[in-house]
């Protein structure tokens, strides 16, 4: 009996071994699966970079989640020709304006939505609105802190070769608002001037505000244009940030697609010219219809050889002149020599 219970339990014993091993293999496997590492390629794809890792391919993964905030920018070309001609004017415009040598520089012109631009301004700052009457909208001129004390330093006779004072930490006084409002002006005049041989346009200076938060012209998902001016006077200078976003500029935006000054979209004002000269010189026929009755299907259809159709026309009743089904004039008829002629005594459309 012993025996029995002996070779028994040596029976559980091994089988308890068997799967304890089959587990151990099983979990081996798993550990493995999971175990595995990406590839660099693998890692390059899930986070949307391509094979240089330069991520300048096809947005995908969390490179394009990262990316979803941004603003593609619409190229707009006469868009950049404006900016040419405000900067060249700028430098002349404010080089009276100081009574010294000012060089104006485009840096860049890029696209963002207006929410992120008002977060990203660096403080203190000016920040000035204007509208464009033409176009019922708005646009927004930032002067930075630096370009506020330096043309306060120079219109105030500041001595050349030297740093503009800068007390940070205190609200900007009268007169320093009212010299960067004159800045404004002479800017807002110059991008005006620039605009007009594209489509003429006033900016009008609105008020001046130093928050962020009372600057807003548009909601804050908007797109806009910003394009950053850098203005050197000698040893002192600063910066300028103009915006308008997509809603102001929508007016002239088929304007602004052109690539060059006058561009009509195909059209050809020589071959126009020379349609139109042969236009006229071509031979149309007119048919001179005297009287319009309308007649039953019916009673047409009765018709025989020989039945009449009274017209309502007397001698001197006016008588279309037609082209096709359009009605060109209208006359007396008459005759001249042998033939039956009309007079033309009005028109019916213009020519």
Known sequence: ?????????????????????????????????????????????LLGFDEDGDGSGDNSGIHAIVNSALVSYERLPMLEVVYDRLVRMMSTSLRNFTSDNVEVSLDNINSIRFGDYLNSIPLPAMLGVFKADEWDNFGLLVVDSAMIYSIVDVLLGGRRGTAAMRIEG??????????????????????????????????????????????????????????????????RGGRLELLLPYATLEPVRELLLQ?????????????????????????????????????????????????????????????????????????????????????????????
């Open 170 to 235: 205190r609200p900007y006084t009268t007169i320093e608002r009212n010299l960067v409002e004159r800045l404004i002006n002479v800017v807002l005049s110059d991008l005006s001037a620039a605009f007009d041989p594209l489509s003429p346009v006033t900016f009008r200076f609105e008020r001046l505000e130093t928050n962020p938060r009372f600057a807003t012209i548009a909601r804050p998902a908007n797109a806009a244009i910003v394009a950053r001016l850098r203005i050197d006077m000698e040893d």
């Open 259 to 351: 690539m060059f000054m006058g561009e009509k979209f195909g059209r050809d004002s020589i071959w126009e010219g020379h349609l139109a000269t042969e236009l006229w010189h071509t031979d149309v026929e007119l048919e001179a219809v005297l009287d319009e009755v309308p007649v039953p299907l019916g009673d047409v259809l009765n018709w025989k050889v020989g039945s009449r159709m009274l017209l309502n026309t007397e001698a001197d009743s006016t008588i279309d002149l037609r082209c096709g089904n359009v009605t060109l004039f209208g006359g007396r008829m008459g005759r001249k020599g042998t033939d039956i002629a009309i007079r033309i005594e009005k028109r019916h459309r213009k020519m």
């Open 1 to 45: 009996m012993s025996n029995d219970q002996d070779a028994l339990a040596d029976e559980w014993a091994a089988a308890g071994e068997d799967d304890e091993d089959m587990a151990a293999a099983m979990g081996g496997d798993e550990d493995e699966a999971t175990a595995r590492v990406l590839n660099q390629a693998e890692i390059d794809s």
